[in-house]
């Protein structure tokens, strides 16, 4: 089904080959009829590929090894833009250099009340107004489907401050990060990083009927996630198996690409991408993409697409996948693992989701179908049919549908899949990423919601672990979620009903957009006032790097991967989005209920260390008017997810200095602790430190200075000292100056 190869390969003539010896490749494009190529050709091979062609041409230098990327368009929702535009206003920003889009698809006023759900959309409005954007608002569409409709572009580069900020399967390679890298952008600064790997995806063959995008990505992402095959790579999609699909397929594969914990992804284009862009009146944005005649890659992934079954990604991650078959076949022993994992980390809860088996039957009592992923005219026309005549019965299940656009909902409504769906008794639902984040159809407790959609973090969908409450969320593609629904919410693998052969012509109407969406860019008005609701804060003053550093452990957790939803839940929290005192409040709060009031003592100290009795019971010589004190947090390896910058920037608000690492899941939440000034250690081996423990760390600004790495620190636990080696590897000038100056913000206030 899908093959891993970890050696170099190459693409010879579009043919994936695992022997890139000279005479081997020569004798491939001989029997092609094309000229043969030197072993240096070979060796060099890596500029044929996709990845290269559009990395180079957005590269503001002529250093190839570490990129300084310039994008051509940005996008972001409104969990994250106004930390964006207060953190550049407060850095000196005049006017959006580049298209920047800010969409209104979180909308999380359905979370607390009050006012500032709205509040905080004015502020983004007027905004665009000031400094040239574009605005969309609430309902119109999720930010990664207007992206796709309106600004990607073949050989483009977008960045958006969302994870699943990934449109290759349109020829456009896009990055998703936190919110200070789109801050440089808007500063005319740039995005840095060293030339990535490259990891060819070769599809090939066809699905089989009752296949969907999401079980294709699902496979992948089993078989890539944990071993870290794609990790920080590109990955390129190539392959006679692309031309197959439809757009709207390729599309949910791409936007799946995010959990692999990839950096991007690009594919070959064809005729197809120009009919797409055609339709939405933008066919000067298509061309012809594909790797040169020997192009090789660092790894490659051979995926046989007619070997695809119905998947299901089991809680609590994406890479928890198996076939819906053997899922079926193993329920009571795989429901019995997913209550031993929420037992493990919350051991109070009482968990029974074995009850959900029934005479060889798993019966769920929700089926979503939503937001970038999908959301998809093609995802929602076929469930339409599969449905028709039929119901999703009146019992518990309920199935709930959300088309990622108004244009897509339009077509839907012409077509008559809504109709269709309505009658069976789903719920239509406009364009909303509630269901992903936490913030809409939460699932009921001891419950199983199946979902095509992005992820099933543990506590992502609604969860609250310290009053009981556990939501458990299954990942399925939408033909499987509506085969489980004609059966009412008897798990069922599309592959097992009856589905139409059929295709789904699709007419974009642009007028919708034309009509509400407000075209800014190239139109700033610096006479316009940005407009404040009363939840829109500040951020608070941040001090400086001093010359040595006192840590102490506030929280140490000690799961394999640490998601940022639990570094910084989603959901209900999110409306405090716009207040970096009021959202810290929920730091950590899902694993860790302590930390925050942990940290805000730590923070105390450090306020008032002169007078500090727990400082002066120390065994160290400190020199407190050059020390620095703040918490630090220790995890196995943090940040899987999303990119909300919020992960990192709570851990400042309250005072924190540095994470303790052995990896970084991501590279987003590394870049997001550096731009707030947090230190990203790592350490070779897991250390034993306990909460309370204090990490001296001598010398540290001057270290960071020098370019020095590693760190000889002192652990003081309970009276007593050991030793810790912690290293910094692999920062680049700026990232040692932002840690410097204490965060992006006093980076930028400094005049660099």
């Given at each position: 089904?899908?093959?891993?190869?970890?050696?170099?390969?190459?693409?010879?003539?579009?043919?994936?080959?695992?022997?890139?010896?000279?005479?081997h490749v020569?004798?491939i494009l001989?029997?092609?009829g094309?000229?043969?190529?030197?072993?240096?050709?070979?060796?060099?091979?890596?500029?044929?590929?996709?990845?290269?062609?559009?990395?180079?041409a957005?590269?503001t230098?002529?250093?190839?090894?570490?990129?300084?990327?310039?994008?051509?368009?940005?996008?972001?929702?409104?969990?994250?833009?106004?930390?964006?535009?207060?953190?550049?206003?407060?850095?000196?920003?005049?006017?959006?250099?580049?298209?920047?889009?800010l969409?209104?698809?979180?909308?999380?006023?359905?979370?607390?009340?009050?006012?500032?759900?709205?509040?905080?959309?004015l502020?983004?409005?007027?905004?665009?107004k000031?400094?040239?954007?574009?605005?969309?608002?609430?309902?119109l569409?999720?930010?990664?489907?207007?992206?796709?409709?309106?600004?990607?572009?073949c050989?483009?580069?977008?960045?958006?401050?969302?994870?699943?900020?990934?449109?290759g399967?349109?020829g456009?390679?896009?990055?998703?990060?936190?919110?200070?890298?789109?801050?440089?952008?808007?500063?005319?600064?740039?995005?840095?990083?060293?030339?990535?790997?490259?990891?060819?995806?070769y599809?090939?063959?066809?699905?089989?009927?009752?296949v969907?995008?999401?079980?294709?990505?699902?496979?992948?992402?089993?078989?890539?996630?944990?071993?870290?095959?794609v990790?920080?790579?590109?990955?390129?999609?190539?392959?006679?198996?692309?031309?197959?699909?439809?757009?709207?397929?390729?599309?949910?594969i791409?936007?799946?690409?995010?959990?692999?914990?990839?950096?991007?992804?690009i594919?070959?284009?064809?005729?197809?991408?120009r009919?797409?862009?055609?339709?939405?009146?933008?066919?000067?944005?298509?061309?012809?993409?594909k790797?040169?005649?020997?192009?090789?890659?660092?790894?490659?992934?051979r995926?046989?697409?007619?070997?695809?079954?119905?998947?299901i990604?089991?809680?609590?991650?994406?890479?928890n996948?198996?076939?819906?078959?053997?899922?079926?076949?193993?329920?009571?022993?795989?429901?019995?693992?997913?209550?031993?994992?929420?037992?493990?980390?919350?051991?109070?809860?009482?968990?029974?989701?074995?009850?959900?088996?029934?005479?060889?039957k798993?019966i769920?009592?929700?089926?979503?179908?939503?937001?970038?992923?999908?959301?998809?005219?093609?995802?929602?026309?076929?469930?339409?049919?599969?449905?028709d005549?039929?119901?999703?019965?009146?019992?518990?299940f309920?199935?709930?549908v959300?088309?990622?656009?108004?244009?897509?909902?339009?077509?839907?409504?012409?077509?008559?899949?809504?109709?269709?769906?309505?009658?069976?008794?789903?719920?239509?639902?406009?364009?909303?990423?509630?269901?992903?984040?936490?913030?809409?159809?939460?699932?009921?407790?001891?419950?199983?919601?199946?979902?095509?959609?992005?992820?099933?973090?543990?506590n992502?969908e609604?969860?609250?672990?310290?009053?009981?409450?556990?939501?458990?969320?299954?990942?399925?593609?939408?033909?499987?979620?509506?085969?489980?629904?004609?059966?009412?919410?008897?798990?069922?693998p599309?592959?097992?009903?009856?589905?139409k052969?059929?295709?789904?012509?699709?007419?974009?109407?642009g007028?919708?957009?034309?009509?509400r969406?407000?075209?800014?860019?190239?139109?700033?008005?610096?006479?316009?006032?940005?407009?404040?609701?009363?939840?829109?804060?500040d951020?608070?003053?941040?001090?400086p790097?001093?010359?040595?550093?006192?840590l102490?452990?506030?929280?140490?957790?000690?799961?394999?991967?640490?998601?940022?939803?639990?570094?910084?839940?989603s959901?209900?929290?999110?409306?405090?989005?716009s207040?970096?005192?009021?959202?810290?409040?929920?730091?950590?709060?899902?694993?860790?209920?302590?930390?925050?009031?942990?940290?805000?003592?730590?923070a105390?100290?450090?306020?008032?260390?002169?007078h500090?009795a727990?400082l002066?019971?120390?065994p160290?010589?400190?020199?407190l008017?050059?020390?620095?004190?703040?918490?630090v947090?220790y995890?196995?390896?943090?940040?899987?997810?999303?990119?909300?910058?919020?992960?990192a920037?709570?851990?400042?608000?309250?005072?924190?200095?540095?994470?303790i690492?052995?990896?970084?899941?991501?590279?987003?939440?590394?870049?997001?602790?550096?731009?707030?000034?947090?230190?990203?250690?790592?350490?070779?081996?897991?250390?034993?430190?306990?909460i309370?423990?204090?990490?001296?760390?001598?010398?540290?600004?001057?270290?960071?200075?020098?370019?020095?790495r590693e760190?000889?620190?002192?652990?003081?636990?309970?009276?007593?000292?050991?030793?810790?080696?912690?290293?910094?590897?692999?920062?680049?000038?700026?990232?040692?100056?932002?840690?410097?100056?204490?965060?992006?913000i006093n980076?930028?206030?400094?005049?660099?």
């Amino acid at each position: 089904m899908i093959t891993l190869y970890k050696q170099k390969t190459a693409l010879i003539n579009g043919n994936l080959e695992t022997d890139i010896s000279l005479d081997h490749v020569n004798k491939i494009l001989g029997k092609a009829g094309l000229s043969p190529v030197s072993e240096q050709d070979v060796k060099e091979g890596v500029k044929n590929t996709m990845a290269w062609s559009i990395l180079t041409a957005h590269n503001t230098t002529k250093d190839h090894k570490n990129l300084k990327i310039k994008f051509d368009a940005m996008a972001s929702h409104d969990i994250t833009y106004v930390g964006i535009v207060q953190t550049a206003k407060a850095s000196g920003l005049h006017e959006f250099p580049m298209p920047y889009v800010l969409t209104n698809c979180h909308n999380s006023l359905c979370a607390v009340g009050g006012t500032i759900n709205e509040d905080d959309h004015l502020f983004g409005l007027s905004a665009a107004k000031k400094y040239g954007g574009i605005f969309v608002p609430a309902h119109l569409a999720v930010i990664h489907q207007y992206m796709r409709e309106m600004h990607t572009g073949c050989g483009k580069m977008l960045l958006g401050s969302d994870s699943h900020t990934r449109y290759g399967a349109l020829g456009t390679m896009a990055m998703g990060e936190g919110g200070p890298e789109l801050v440089k952008q808007l500063l005319n600064r740039t995005y840095d990083i060293a030339y990535p790997d490259v990891v060819c995806i070769y599809l090939e063959n066809e699905p089989k009927k009752g296949v969907g995008p999401h079980d294709v990505a699902l496979a992948i992402i089993g078989e890539v996630f944990k071993n870290g095959f794609v990790k920080n790579s590109v990955m390129e999609f190539t392959g006679p198996g692309i031309a197959g699909l439809s757009i709207d397929f390729r599309n949910g594969i791409d936007v799946m690409t995010t959990e692999t914990a990839c950096l991007s992804s690009i594919w070959v284009t064809d005729e197809k991408v120009r009919e797409y862009f055609k339709s939405h009146g933008r066919e000067e944005d298509f061309r012809a993409l594909k790797p040169g005649k020997v192009a090789l890659y660092d790894r490659a992934v051979r995926v046989d697409l007619s070997k695809i079954e119905p998947m299901i990604a089991l809680p609590f991650h994406p890479s928890n996948t198996y076939t819906i078959k053997n899922f079926l076949e193993n329920a009571p022993d795989l429901l019995a693992g997913i209550e031993d994992e929420v037992k493990r980390k919350s051991p109070d809860i009482d968990v029974s989701l074995r009850s959900l088996y029934k005479d060889g039957k798993v019966i769920v009592n929700q089926g979503i179908i939503a937001g970038c992923s999908g959301g998809t005219f093609e995802n929602i026309s076929i469930a339409a049919d599969i449905l028709d005549g039929h119901n999703v019965g009146t019992d518990e299940f309920t199935l709930s549908v959300y088309p990622q656009s108004q244009p897509v909902f339009y077509e839907l409504n012409r077509n008559g899949s809504v109709n269709k769906l309505m009658t069976t008794g789903a719920i239509m639902k406009t364009a909303f990423c509630g269901p992903c984040f936490g913030a809409g159809d939460v699932p009921a407790n001891n419950s199983l919601s199946i979902r095509h959609t992005t992820r099933n973090f543990p506590n992502r969908e609604g969860s609250k672990p310290g009053d009981g409450q556990v939501a458990a969320v299954a990942l399925m593609d939408a033909r499987s979620i509506a085969a489980t629904a004609l059966n009412h919410g008897e798990i069922t693998p599309a592959t097992e009903i009856e589905i139409k052969d059929k295709e789904y012509p699709y007419t974009f109407n642009g007028d919708i957009y034309k009509n509400r969406v407000y075209q800014g860019y190239n139109k700033a008005d610096d006479s316009v006032s940005l407009r404040y609701g009363p939840n829109i804060k500040d951020w608070p003053e941040m001090e400086p790097l001093k010359e040595h550093l006192l840590l102490k452990v506030a929280s140490y957790i000690d799961d394999p991967v640490t998601t940022t939803d639990e570094l910084i839940p989603s959901g209900e929290t999110s409306s405090y989005r716009s207040n970096p005192l009021k959202l810290s409040e929920f730091a950590l709060s899902r694993v860790d209920p302590g930390y925050v009031k942990k940290a805000k003592e730590i923070a105390r100290m450090n306020q008032n260390k002169d007078h500090s009795a727990e400082l002066k019971q120390l065994p160290l010589s400190l020199d407190l008017s050059k020390t620095g004190i703040g918490s630090v947090i220790y995890a196995n390896k943090p940040g899987d997810g999303s990119a909300r910058e919020q992960a990192a920037s709570v851990q400042k608000v309250l005072g924190g200095w540095a994470n303790i690492a052995l990896d970084y899941a991501t590279k987003r939440y590394r870049s997001n602790l550096v731009n707030w000034g947090l230190l990203p250690f790592v350490t070779n081996v897991k250390p034993a430190l306990k909460i309370g423990d204090f990490i001296f760390i001598e010398g540290i600004r001057s270290g960071i200075l020098q370019g020095q790495r590693e760190f000889d620190c002192v652990v003081i636990s309970n009276g007593n000292k050991n030793t810790l080696k912690l290293k910094l590897p692999n920062l680049t000038d700026d990232e040692r100056d932002i840690l410097l100056e204490g965060s992006l913000i006093n980076y930028y206030k400094s005049g660099k």
